[in-house]
């Protein structure tokens, strides 16, 4: 039985270019419509327009170009035919790019038949893999693969070699508000600090804090630990001393249920009483809209 496309694992292109990749030799295989390693001009190939990477770092393309000018193109590009004579980058826009400004005029490719889908979703695993990629954008790219491709957690982590926590935890940073996630993207906040303020109400006021005085990741994962406190603590104190602090796997459902929502969720759950209370904050009212369509949908 056949599974349903939305099912299938990460992908035959994928499975394809990690073969040919591996096998820059390997011969030609006509049933996965892929060639085995070729030349061809710089000028015939263009990069993907729908590549999900739009910046790369000008200091790093100048290091590849120096070392492609010194010993060649060593991993061929994946490409696939387009119009008029031209290949369209599948995987490997980078070396391209350096190999232009090392003034390569040739460089191997592999030809594969890919169709629409699996380029973009060869680009996001390759972009994933990339060591130079921020948190943010590993956190877009596992994002991207969840939603358009319906890959699960624990797929994403088996295919990409990465622990499920880590793809957890990073997609937890998507949960963020809008000038939090701009503090992160231009280094004034590290991942560990962002991940300290997931769970915060006042995440942009804390993130500023820890700007302004340059607080270490323990010391903001104290700061949210007692500047949110305030706000998040009952009026009424209950007999149980194990109120005021959440187990962890209280802690972790908060964040596995934030990433999943991509909204804020805190569970005050109070042993004493057996009970308590789930308080998720969305930001606009698509966001509550989107929430309701979710509920709607459980039965």
Not at 189 to 202: D, E, K, S, V
Request: hydrophobic share 40%; charged share 30%; with cysteine.
């Amino acid at each position: 039985m056949s599974e349903k496309k939305g099912k299938r694992g990460l992908g035959r292109g994928l499975s394809a270019l990690m073969a040919d990749v591996g096998s820059p030799g390997a011969a030609e295989d006509p049933s996965a419509g892929v060639r085995g390693t070729q030349t061809l001009a710089i000028d015939r190939i263009q990069p993907n327009p729908s590549q999900p990477r739009k910046r790369f770092d000008s200091e790093a393309l100048a290091d590849l170009a120096v070392s492609i000018r010194a010993k060649g193109v060593l991993q061929p590009l994946i490409v696939r035919p387009a119009d008029d004579g031209m290949f369209e980058i599948v995987a490997g826009e980078r070396r391209w790019r350096a190999a232009q400004m090392a003034q390569i005029h040739e460089v191997p490719v592999i030809v594969g038949a890919f169709d629409d889908v699996e380029v973009l979703e060869i680009a996001i695993i390759e972009n994933i893999q990339r060591s130079d990629l921020s948190p943010l954008e590993e956190a877009e790219g596992f994002r991207q693969l969840i939603d358009r491709f319906n890959h699960t957690q624990e797929k994403l982590a088996t295919a990409l070699g990465k622990s499920r926590s880590h793809i957890a935890n990073t997609l937890r940073l998507l949960s963020l508000p809008a000038d939090v996630q701009d503090m992160l993207r231009n280094g004034q906040l590290t991942a560990g600090h962002a991940r300290a303020l997931i769970t915060a109400a006042n995440p942009s006021e804390l993130a500023r804090q820890i700007v302004e005085r340059s607080l270490t990741v323990r010391e903001a994962e104290a700061l949210a630990r007692t500047g949110d406190s305030a706000k998040r603590r009952p009026r009424r104190r209950t007999s149980s001393a194990y109120d005021n602090e959440k187990d962890a796997d209280t802690k972790a459902l908060e964040q596995d249920l934030s990433a999943n929502l991509r909204m804020s969720v805190v569970i005050d759950h109070r042993p004493s009483e057996g009970g308590g209370q789930v308080i998720i904050r969305y930001k606009t009212l698509d966001d509550l809209d989107q929430l309701c369509q979710i509920l709607s949908q459980v039965r």
